[in-house]
């Protein structure tokens, strides 16, 4: 069984902090990696997508995976009350089907 | 990023009736389109898979006369709710990705589906 783990905080950050987001998966060859975030009664919106060892930056978002560790992790800076979401870890298997994680929700501290 | 548009948004129907929910892929094609189901406060689960011109695969649990899924299009996918019942209610979810994008998946708005 191919699993996605997040914790399911809440996790909360005052504003303008860095807020960190951890995901860790057990399918070891998997190569494509993705954050969602999702806002209450609404559908997931791709943040970011990575696909090889390291960060990658995109604005105040970093992706940051280590295929070693199967972990997978996301940076908010200067973090903002827009932020507060419930964001997916999502991980490509071998037969291209996508699989989240529960969901790890945020909250920023105005 | 790529465009899905799900439709209808929102729709109350009685018991023992059917819907059909579309989902179209705006800028792309779309090989493959995903379902997926979350009750509130739950994570997403995943339906079944299409591809365009193929029979769908549904995953474990999910009844395939129950939920009938037309992937007609590179462009259109449809899911159906047949005779549906009150415990049907949730927000129905579609997603689509293609090669070109490296299949990533865009997901559509969402569809609440109420049953009365």
């Known amino acids: 069984q191919k699993e996605v783990e997040q914790n399911s905080g809440p996790l909360s950050v005052p504003e303008g902090a860095i807020a960190s987001l951890n995901c860790t998966y057990s399918?070891?060859?998997?190569?494509?990696f993705f954050w969602y975030r999702q806002y209450s009664g609404k559908s997931p919106e791709l943040i970011m997508s990575?696909?090889?060892?390291g960060d990658k930056e995109d604005g105040r978002f970093t992706a940051q995976l280590n295929k070693a560790s199967q972990y997978v992790s996301l940076l908010i800076r200067d973090s903002q009350p827009s932020d507060s979401a419930t964001y997916l870890c999502?991980?490509?298997?071998?037969?291209?089907?996508?699989?989240f994680g529960k969901g790890t929700r945020l909250h920023i501290l105005p | 990023g790529a465009v899905v548009s799900q439709h209808p948004s929102r729709v109350i129907c009685k018991s023992g009736t059917s819907v059909k929910i579309e989902c179209r892929s705006l800028?792309?094609?779309?090989?493959?389109m995903f379902w997926y189901r979350q009750f509130p406060k739950q994570s997403l689960m995943l339906m079944a898979t299409?591809?365009?011109?193929?029979?769908?695969?549904?995953e474990q649990g999910v009844e395939k006369d129950k939920f009938l899924i037309n992937h007609a299009s590179l462009t259109l996918s449809t899911l159906t709710v047949t005779s549906a019942h009150p415990e049907d209610s949730s927000f129905y979810i579609c997603?689509?990705?293609?090669?070109?994008?490296?299949?990533?998946?865009?997901f559509g708005p969402g569809t609440r589906l109420t049953v009365t």
């Open positions: 999502a991980v490509r298997l071998r037969d291209d089907k996508i699989i």
């Open positions: 800028d792309f094609q779309a090989t493959t």
């Open positions: 990575i696909y090889s060892n």
């Open positions: 997603s689509a990705s293609a090669q070109g994008l490296e299949y990533e998946q865009y």
């Open positions: 399918d070891r060859v998997s190569q494509s």
């Open positions: 299409s591809n365009e011109g193929s029979k769908a695969t549904y």
